[in-house]
């Protein structure tokens, strides 16, 4: 199993930046799901430290809902 594939049985999403690896026509600018959760963990499930980082974190997204994250500059 991936690592990233580790973090969803940890109940955690996994997205990736594949452009990396990819020639520029096919570049999508995104972080693409690489592995999703079928049970998320959500804030209170986390450890205090965890959470406190989390929390800073804002994602106008649905996780579970979204195939790619694109980041405005």
Same mark, same amino acid.
């Given at each position: 199993?991936?690592? #990233?594939? %580790?973090?969803?049985?940890?109940?955690?999403?996994?997205? &990736?930046?594949? =452009?990396?690896?990819?020639?520029? !026509?096919?570049?999508?600018?995104?972080?693409? #799901?690489? %592995?999703?959760?079928?049970?998320?963990?959500?804030?209170? &499930?986390?450890? =205090?430290?965890?959470?406190?980082? !989390?929390?800073?974190v804002r994602?106008?997204?649905?996780? %579970?809902?979204?195939?790619?994250?694109?980041?405005?500059?």
């Open positions: 199993m991936s690592s #990233l594939g %580790a973090l969803a049985q940890r109940r955690l999403f996994a997205f &990736d930046w594949p =452009d990396i690896h990819k020639v520029a !026509a096919d570049q999508t600018s995104a972080y693409e #799901l690489m %592995a999703a959760p079928s049970a998320p963990r959500h804030l209170p &499930d986390l450890a =205090d430290d965890l959470r406190s980082t !989390a929390e800073r994602l106008d997204a649905d996780l %579970a809902r979204t195939e790619r994250l694109t980041i405005d500059p």
